[in-house]
């Protein structure tokens, strides 16, 4: 049986990379992993997993998911921060997508923080699509 490509973009099979962090197998040790990860929950529709890694501060009380859109590719831009020895950091990316038939792009520099020792998706520090 062929494994899946992981949708991050990472050259690795699904199960091994963004599937183990979506079943809890391991957790994220750097906010650019923690942003590869929810993007591939936003590919494979883990609702559950995206809640789980938004920070309390912010997190909505539900997600409910598009199911027109499909994600068609992730991009990452910048970091800054953000790895196993900082306490919070910015990834900023572009994610492509397709929507009622039309090619379109979401770009977002995202902040991430450390709550309990595990990286958390705070809130966008600058959006655009």
Known sequence: MAKLPCPCGLDAAYADCCGSLHQGRTAASTAEQLMRSRYSAFVVRDAAYLLRTWSATTRPRELDLE???EWTGLEILSTTGGSAFHTEGTV???AGYIADGAAGHQQED???LRENGAWVYVRPVSFNT
């Open 110 to 112: 995202s902040r991430f």
């Open 92 to 94: 900023e990316f572009r």
């Open 67 to 69: 199911d027109d859109i």
